[in-house]
Every structure is written in structure tokens, then in C-alpha cells.
């Protein structure tokens, strides 16, 4: 069974950083591209980045320059930096591993910044 889990999230003042991570179990990680979502109360969830397994990268316009992705395939490990936090960034956080026709989704972890 496909496993991702989440850690990283917590309560941070606006202008602080996290550090998200997400650790794969039982796929061939490196073949995935590896995407953060979000989804704030009241909206749709979003795309925030992603990695491809060649390490190509594309990010939210509203994030852009503030939050970074990267990938350990050692460690089937995918992270999400985020810096310069705004409370709009508040929301949970979901990580996807995505390889037609496989798609798989964590559990989430809440990130709330206090303005």
C-alpha cells in the first residue's frame, strides 16, 4: 500500500518560515512527479509546485520567490521551503505523487500563519 506522509506544519508569525516534508513508501519514487497542493477553508484545493523526476520545477504565481521544492529520491523524500509566510498562505497542505495512471495523496499537515 501506497503511503505518503506529511510533516513540517505548524503555527508561524507572518514572515516566518517551515520547512514541509514528505516521505514516500512503496513506489518508484524517483519516476514520480512529486507536487505540493493546498487547500484553505471555504476553497478549492491548488496546485502550489512541482518536481518532475527531472527535477524540472514550476510554482503558484503567488509563491513564486518565497517557497522552493526539491526531491531526495535517496530518501524518497520531497520538501517544500517556505519563507516570507503571509496569512493568506494558511491552509493544509497535501502531497501528491503523480505517474499515469497512478496519483496519490498524503493525509495532509495544517499550516497556519499568525499575522
Known amino acids: 500500500q501506497v503511503q505518503l506522509v506529511e510533516s513540517g506544519g505548524g503555527l508561524v508569525q507572518a514572515g516566518g518560515s517551515l520547512r514541509l516534508s514528505c516521505v514516500a513508501s512503496?513506489?518508484?519514487?524517483?519516476?514520480?512527479?512529486m507536487r505540493w497542493y493546498r487547500q484553505a477553508p471555504g476553497k478549492q484545493r491548488e496546485l502550489v509546485a512541482g518536481?518532475?523526476?527531472?527535477?524540472?520545477?514550476n510554482y503558484a504565481d503567488s509563491v513564486k520567490g518565497r517557497f522552493t521544492i526539491s526531491r531526495d529520491n535517496a530518501k524518497n523524500t520531497v520538501s517544500l521551503q517556505m519563507n516570507s509566510l503571509k496569512p493568506e498562505d494558511t491552509a493544509i497542505y497535501y502531497c501528491?505523487?503523480?505517474?499515469?495512471?497512478?496519483?496519490?495523496w498524503g493525509q495532509g499537515t495544517q499550516v497556519t500563519v499568525s499575522s
Open positions: 518536481i518532475t523526476r527531472g527535477g524540472n520545477t
Open positions: 512503496t513506489i518508484n519514487f524517483s519516476i514520480y512527479t
Open positions: 501528491n505523487a503523480f505517474n499515469l495512471p497512478y496519483n496519490y
